[in-house]
């Protein structure tokens, strides 16, 4: 059996059309008997969580466009919610984390928790469903031919449309028997001339009823939101014990701050840029201070103060369930790595720690390393990623 997180977006409509091909419809009131079943995760409910009218309409236009999905391709479709465990698991670790002064990445883990942990278990152990093999919309691609356990995460056909960054920190046990329709196509153009169609022609010849819906933003299951991502996280957050503060790194000054309603120095993450009233010129993050509610600046996009050689992890997160061999056996690897999503690959040395921690040096300096977020290390020029962890420090 085969089951599929249908979001309501063109992605998951293309890969439940593609995965159709092969097991065929599934229509039926048998949910244990169909093949290919489908099912449309809950996680986040605006009614109870936050007042957003924009994500609450949101949502349940993803529910509509999921069923017409599937009545579309007549396959059967369950709604199940994981509202708690996406806000025990994902949410309020990443509202705390913030309150720490490290800036996570809540959509690694939303993979790790839910799409790739409560669900599976929901369909393991609720349904009693057996999934033989648990496709997902996400663009990688699963390497089969090998069968080699644990197994292999690949980087996507699309390097614009690229997600293994965001599956990084799964463990090799979460990937296992999992396929991505998706990793060989591209979403938009093709530059390859293989004559392979794109996701977006793709929907069009399917027919899908959602073939032209824009994508999806913001944070992961949370979406966009109507005041902004800085006010709409505000809402969990304890008002500051004193006013926010922006502070030239170079000359201690004082400058003008926003307004209070971005009043929080935890939400200021290192790289981005800083408003400041009647600066001549741009003013970027250098690091801020939750305790004193302080953000340290500096003007110019290229500052010293905003590049650093190397970082430092705690924990790694190997999709092997173990470092390389050449790592464990030598204490230190060239690989790649990339501290946001999409961002450029950058040539790497690690190197393991006498305390077990792992120190990354960079070929050359790296702008706007920020605690909380996420290294991910690929190797064979980006084509295969090895896992990653979060930013300790640099």
């Not at 949101?58 to 709604?79: F, G, I």
């Not at 305390?355 to 290294?375: M, W």
Request: glycine fraction near 8%; hydrophobic fraction near 35%.
């Amino acid at each position: 059996r085969v089951v599929l997180a249908l979001s309501g977006g063109v992605d998951s409509a293309v890969a439940a059309a593609l995965l159709q091909e092969t097991y065929g419809s599934s229509n039926n009131s048998d949910i244990g008997s169909a093949v290919l079943q489908t099912v449309h995760m809950s996680n986040w409910n605006s009614n109870t969580q936050d007042d957003d009218s924009i994500a609450s309409c949101t949502s349940e236009q993803d529910w509509k466009d999921a069923t017409a999905v599937a009545e579309h391709l007549r396959l059967n479709l369950t709604r199940q919610h994981f509202e708690r465990e996406y806000w025990n698991q994902v949410f309020e670790p990443y509202v705390n984390d913030i309150l720490r002064g490290t800036m996570g990445n809540p959509d690694i883990g939303c993979n790790v928790h839910v799409k790739f942990g409560a669900l599976r278990e929901f369909a393991d152990w609720v349904l009693r469903w057996g999934w033989d093999q648990p496709p997902s919309p996400h663009y990688s691609h699963h390497n089969h031919q090998y069968q080699t356990p644990p197994p292999l995460l690949l980087a996507a056909a699309d390097p614009s449309k690229d997600q293994s960054y965001f599956l990084s920190a799964c463990a090799g046990y979460q990937l296992s028997n999992v396929l991505f329709p998706l990793g060989e196509y591209y979403k938009k153009e093709n530059p390859s001339n293989d004559g392979k169609p794109t996701v977006r022609q793709l929907a069009k010849d399917y027919n899908l009823p959602n073939a032209n819906k824009r994508e999806s933003m913001g944070i992961c299951f949370v979406g966009k939101r109507q005041s902004g991502f800085g006010d709409f996280l505000h809402e969990y957050l304890p008002h500051p014990l004193r006013p926010l503060q922006f502070v030239d790194v170079d000359t201690g000054a004082v400058l003008p701050a926003p307004t209070p309603k971005n009043a929080h120095a935890v939400l200021y993450t290192i790289g981005q840029g800083a408003k400041i009233s009647g600066a001549s010129e741009k003013y970027f993050v250098v690091d801020s201070d939750v305790a004193q509610n302080r953000v340290l600046v500096c003007a110019g996009t290229h500052h010293p103060a905003l590049y650093a050689d190397s970082l430092v992890l705690e924990t790694v997160y190997w999709t092997a369930g173990e470092m390389p061999g050449p790592l464990q056996k030598r204490g230190r690897l060239r690989l790649q790595c990339r501290i946001r999503h999409l961002q450029p690959l950058i040539d790497c040395e690690l190197r393991v720690e006498l305390d077990g921690s792992l120190t990354v040096y960079f070929d050359k300096a790296v702008r706007g390393i920020t605690p909380g977020q996420t290294a991910a290390f690929y190797a064979l020029d980006g084509l295969l990623c090895l896992g990653g962890g979060p930013i300790e420090r640099r």
